[in-house]
T-cell receptor, first 113, second 109 residues
Framework: DGGITQSPKYLFRKEGQNVTLSCEQNLNHDAMYWYRQDPGQGLRLIYYSQIVNDFQKGDIAEGYSVSREKKESFPLTVTSAQKNPTAFYLC????????????FGNGTRLTVT | KNEVEQSPQNLTAQEGEFITINCSYSVGISALHWLQQHPGGGIVSLFMLSSGKKKHGRLIATINIQEKHSSLHITASHPRDSAVYICAAPPNTGNQFYFGTGTSLTVIP
């Protein structure tokens, strides 16, 4: 079955460490997105990519980095520069952008202490 | 100011009740998305609609583009419908969605 796989589901890190969240899709989608979800807030866009080797910052990109070396993969690195990294992170994809349905992964809950 | 507003924030219903969740948006869009997030966090796309009404099982979504308003209805609600429902509006300009903060629905047996 096609879908988006995020791993791991739960991740614990010490403050000051970089951590990379995995996102893989086998839907052959061009567009991929990373969102952050905090209690009581809507999903906030961290980064998005519409094509391989190209990506753009979203509203809250500071302290995060991404790469898009392959169509199916869009890993997110949470760096030590991110002041409040503990959150639920969701990866999504769509065929060709915003006017096609979004497909989401099951998310990664990151806890930094 | 939020570009997308949902109401109510929280909703508790008895099994079998008819449920309505509302979404208003301030940006110009060509389609609106309704999403469902279950406990545990995964999100499923329910509907993408640009006009009129769409139905899938007991779920019905309607939209009025001129009034910038959409509703999600659940008929004969069931405890398995308990989830957070989120509307998402992709503006005609720009490259990102605006999301509502979600409506948390609990259906009691």
């Amino acid at each position: 079955d096609g879908g988006i796989t995020q791993s791991p589901k739960y991740l614990f890190r010490k403050e000051g460490q970089n951590v990379t969240l995995s996102c893989e899709q086998n839907l052959n989608h061009d567009a991929m997105y990373w969102y952050r979800q905090d209690p009581g807030q809507g999903l906030r866009l961290i980064y998005y990519s519409q094509i391989v080797n190209d990506f753009q910052k979203g509203d809250i990109a500071e302290g995060y980095s991404v790469s898009r070396e392959k169509k199916e993969s869009f890993p997110l690195t949470v760096t030590s520069a991110q002041k409040n990294p503990t959150a639920f992170y969701l990866c999504a994809s769509s065929i060709r952008g915003m006017n096609s349905p979004l497909h989401f992964g099951n998310g990664t809950r990151l806890t930094v202490t | 100011k939020n570009e997308v507003e949902q109401s109510p924030q929280n909703l508790t219903a008895q099994e079998g009740e008819f449920i309505t969740i509302n979404c208003s948006y301030s940006v110009g869009i060509s389609a609106l998305h309704w999403l469902q997030q279950h406990p545990g966090g995964g999100i499923v796309s329910l509907f993408m609609l640009s006009s009129g009404k769409k139905k899938h099982g007991r779920l019905i979504a309607t939209i009025n583009i001129q009034e910038k308003h959409s509703s999600l209805h659940i008929t004969a609600s069931h405890p398995r419908d308990s989830a957070v429902y989120i509307c998402a509006a992709p503006p005609n300009t720009g490259n990102q969605f605006y999301f509502g903060t979600g409506t948390s629905l609990t259906v009691i047996p």
